[in-house]
């Protein structure tokens, strides 16, 4: 019976340089190895140029390299590229290529599905079925970084974790992606330039700020009213706002990183003066400022964009306070951009 090969790059730089001295070879060869698997994001052993045809022969016999491949992908006519990404074990996330003028941005997934249960997420349907490893995030990063210089002639210039799942609910893979895009022997890209998404797990953004990350924080709020948020993202039941307020302050004390907020104003949920209120006492809770989105719809028609009045509404309130306020138009609206309606048809 085939004993099971091991996944390559689950080992650090020295696990790797230890291989190859017990293998009887030097261990400035798990030096270049490492390079093809990370630099050079190498998906072959026989890639590996630099290599002797034994020692790519030996590497073969024990390891595999684990690759995501892009499946499928689709070009939205605003720019926007949209990968339907296999990975090892058939199973499908998406990552999304944003242009515009000046940046590219990455929009990655952090897990098969998602266990969070947001009723106007397409992710949420599909239930949560595992983390992505480390490498699994980074390969998404690297095919938007290929993508974006062939097809706009630069290189990948900002990471937002908007894709599929919860990134805190799969937080040590997350930070050790970023640890590796981070790293000059990964991408070398700085951690201001990545954005961490998440719909608020207080004990978890007290753990980052505790281990001083130095990427940015964006919360999913949607509502800065406790009802209300809880029918739309029931978990809010267990991670209230107080407790979510709490962890965030406690996060700009430590790391002096203003908080994003993203929202999106729905019909008949949040579009009232009541709503507009609360998040603007939300806000002076530490420093942050808000980004509308505009709403994907996911077919059942159940939610549904607000009134322009409504945003105006909030757009003028927010600044009225001093807060800063963007609005977000939806990209690649022709190709299923909201995260999760591509893997669901797949
Ligand atoms: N779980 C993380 C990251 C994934 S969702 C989080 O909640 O932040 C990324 C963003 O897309 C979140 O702000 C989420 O609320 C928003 N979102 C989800 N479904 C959407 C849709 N159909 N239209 C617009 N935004 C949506």
Redesign the pocket.
Known sequence: METKKKDIRALTKQQLRDFFVEEGDKAFRGNQVYEWLWQKSAHSFDAMTNISKETRKMLEDNFVINHIKVDQMQRSSDGTIKNAVRLHDGLIVESVLIPTETRTTACVSSQVG?S?D?R???TARLKRMRNLNPDEIYDQVVAIDNESRLYFDRPLSNIV???????LMNYNNVLKAIEKITSPEGLGMSPKRITV???GVPKMIKKMADEEVKFKL?V?L?SAIDEVRTSIMPFNAAFPLKDLREALQYWYNKTKNRITY?Y?VWEGINDTQEAVDALVKFCKFAPSKVNL??????DDGEFQQASDEAIDRYINTLEQHGITVTVRR?RGKDIDA??GQLANKS
């Open positions: 998602c969070l947001c106007f997420c397409a974790f908007m894709g599929m799942g919860e990134p998404s998440t719909s964006a999913s949607h993203e999106v989105i505009e709403y994907n719809p996911i939806s909201a995260c």
